[in-house]
């Protein structure tokens, strides 16, 4: 079975300053997904942003990119020019391809901005 | 469009009582899954239909749990009884497998929390 693990539960970042949250995961299948997904307080899930595992290059949104390492297993996220509306808790997933794939998720972190 | 729409968006309760949550998938979405968020075992599926047939309720934790698609449109998640140990935050997602994109993007609706009392 696919496991994620988030093994940071909270981290604090100044505004402006870059920050990076790690993940790993546990998967014996070559073709699968990673996710970043953002919950704020309103409990919104919103993806970040998405790695194909057979692409080598890593993906990048505007201030967030990850460093895809799959022989490692790890997919952390990078956030820059940190900001306010940052704060929130992050969750790592995993999911195979298909549309019948469910998302299995970290435990993920919560991340507060310093002003 | 709208989205994945969820109601109610907070449930309170008490033990023994029947609740029910409710969903509205993305229009033209053919799957449709439920996530239940808890403190100690975080995001986790319950059950997941493909055009309105339940595909895996594998993770439906107990039989006071169910979970009905009677249209393309609408889903229900039931508790019946409701005990305190179910308080969570529930989640819609919807998808639709025949995306231009192959990664099947999940769309989540805003969730409904329930406390059982």
């Known amino acids: 079975a696919q496991t994620v693990t988030q093994s940071q539960p909270e981290m604090s970042v100044q505004e402006a300053e870059t920050v990076t949250l790690s993940c790993t995961y546990d998967?014996?299948?070559?073709?699968?997904?990673l996710f970043w997904y953002k919950q704020p307080p309103s409990r919104q899930m919103i993806l970040v942003i998405r790695?194909?595992?057979?692409?080598?290059q890593n993906a990048t949104e505007n201030r967030f990119s990850v460093n895809f390492q799959k022989a490692a297993k790890s997919f952390s996220l990078k956030i820059s020019d940190s900001q306010l509306g940052d704060a929130a808790m992050y969750f790592c997933?995993?999911?195979?391809?298909?549309?019948?794939?469910?998302?299995?998720f970290g435990k993920g972190i919560t991340l507060s901005v310093r002003p | 469009d709208a989205g994945v729409i969820q109601s109610p968006r907070h449930e309170v309760t008490e033990m023994g009582q029947e609740v029910t949550l409710r969903c509205k998938p993305i229009?033209?979405?053919?799957?449709l899954f439920w996530y239940r968020q808890t403190m100690m075992r975080g995001l986790e599926l319950l059950i997941y239909?493909?055009?309105?047939?339940?595909?895996?309720d594998s993770g439906m934790p107990e039989d006071r749990f169910s979970a009905k698609m009677p249209n393309a449109s609408f889903s229900t998640l039931k508790i019946q009884p409701s005990e305190p140990r179910d308080s969570a935050v529930y989640f819609c997602?919807?998808?639709?497998?025949?995306?231009?994109?192959?990664?099947?993007?999940?769309?989540f609706g805003p969730g409904t929390r329930l406390t059982v009392l």
């Open positions: 997602a919807s998808s639709l497998s025949r995306a231009l994109s192959s990664y099947n993007e999940q769309f």
């Open positions: 998967t014996s299948e070559s073709d699968y997904y």
């Open positions: 229009s033209g979405h053919d799957y």
């Open positions: 239909f493909n055009n309105n047939v339940p595909i895996d």
């Open positions: 997933a995993y999911r195979r391809p298909g549309a019948n794939s469910k998302l299995t």
């Open positions: 790695q194909e595992a057979y692409k080598q």
